[in-house]
């Protein structure tokens, strides 16, 4: 080997021989802690299982096409990989917010298994199919924390005319309740909250919450996160693209994903509660659980919601037909094992 050949770093010497240059775009803010880095983990994977044949450069929120314009992007062949969620398409695919997070619905371990083994995979093809894009769970959060307000929270009363940003089915709920949901991408989060355009916000939990200093921006910190109680990201794959590999490099490049999706659990897992008591030190911050009552309320408001969304077109009705199915069953076993064992570890 020569001296040169020595000096190679292993990734130099994988970019000399990629035989596929792949754009990933992302809703994320480069390298955003969780999910950012769980776009880089997935490039990183792709790249290293293939030996270097594939090779994929991440683009921030911005860099390439806007956070929001992800799902457009991969549709139409600008990038051949997207790292977002689907509930950000509610607009333009409506059955795609079952394959993000129902409130009061599946867990991550739950909707793993959903959509893995229980059905959901071939659905969620299914539904991305006529715009030629093969979707992939990309990691999930956990539950998610309820969010960061200006004021507290005692009755579902305090919610009505509350500007809130809060995405898919959950803003749906806060708009039967009265409220205002609105949608902006992370990066916008914190100026509006600040600057009081918007009195309320939901992010995801303390490990992003913590990066975006949303704890400067209110004081009131609510939990349980009802809205998302186990939020799948999703990957998006150029179909095109993606037929267009060799077998073996497709196979790499579904099985990378579903590295990186049981990866992001683990980290926002080990982070949140690290980031938790970050914040707690900080001060000046009311940690509270929304009141019983008001969960009772949302609940019942969110499964009049979720059940008139699913009827909204035909696609809609046969994904969460799915879900439900799913769910009722999963939570006759989940109250006596899950359930039944964190209420046993920590008694009330
Ligand atoms: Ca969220």
């Known amino acids: 080997m020569t001296m040169a050949g020595a000096l190679l770093t292993p990734f130099m010497a994988n970019a000399a021989k990629a035989e596929y240059k792949w754009k990933m775009v992302t809703t994320w803010p480069k390298n955003f802690p969780g999910l950012g880095t769980g776009a880089n983990e997935l490039a990183k994977l792709i790249n290293d299982m293939s030996d270097g044949r594939i090779e994929v450069k991440v683009y921030g929120a911005k860099e390439l096409v806007g956070a929001l314009e992800v799902f457009d992007a991969v549709s139409r062949g600008t990038a051949e990989l997207g790292h977002s969620a689907a509930y950000y398409w509610k607009g333009k695919v409506p059955a795609g917010q079952f394959f993000t997070s129902v409130p009061f619905g599946l867990t991550a371990q739950e909707m793993n298994g959903w959509i893995f083994t ?3 995979l071939e659905l969620w093809h299914e539904v991305y199919e006529p715009f030629g894009i093969v979707p992939m769970p990309g990691g999930n959060t956990g539950v998610q924390m309820g969010g960061w307000f200006n004021k507290r929270i005692d009755s579902l009363a305090d919610v ?15 708009k039967r309740a009265g409220g205002t949901p609105v949608l902006l991408p992370g990066s916008e989060i914190f100026p509006a909250l600040q600057s009081g355009t918007i009195d309320a916000t939901e992010w995801v939990g303390p490990y992003n919450d913590l990066a975006f200093g949303l704890n400067k921006a209110a004081k009131y910190y609510y939990y349980p996160g009802w809205h998302e109680p186990g939020s799948s990201m999703e990957i998006l794959i150029n179909k095109k693209a993606l037929e267009g590999l060799p077998e073996n490099l497709q196979s790499i490049v579904l099985n990378a994903t579903k590295i990186a999706n049981a990866d992001m659990l683990a980290d926002f897992t080990t982070r949140n509660h690290a980031a938790l008591g970050q914040l707690m030190s900080k001060g000046d911050i009311e940690l509270l659980p929304f009141p019983k009552d008001v969960l009772a309320e949302l609940k019942v408001l969110s499964e009049q919601v979720v059940e008139e969304e699913a009827q909204k077109d035909e696609m809609s009705k046969k994904v969460y037909a799915s879900y439900k199915a799913y769910r009722d069953q999963v939570i006759k076993w989940h109250d006596i094992s899950e359930k039944a064992y964190l209420n046993a570890r920590s008694p009330e």
């Open 118 to 120: 229980g059905g959901g």
């Open 160 to 174: 009505k005319g509350l500007k809130m940003r809060i995405p898919g089915l959950g803003g749906e709920v806060l």
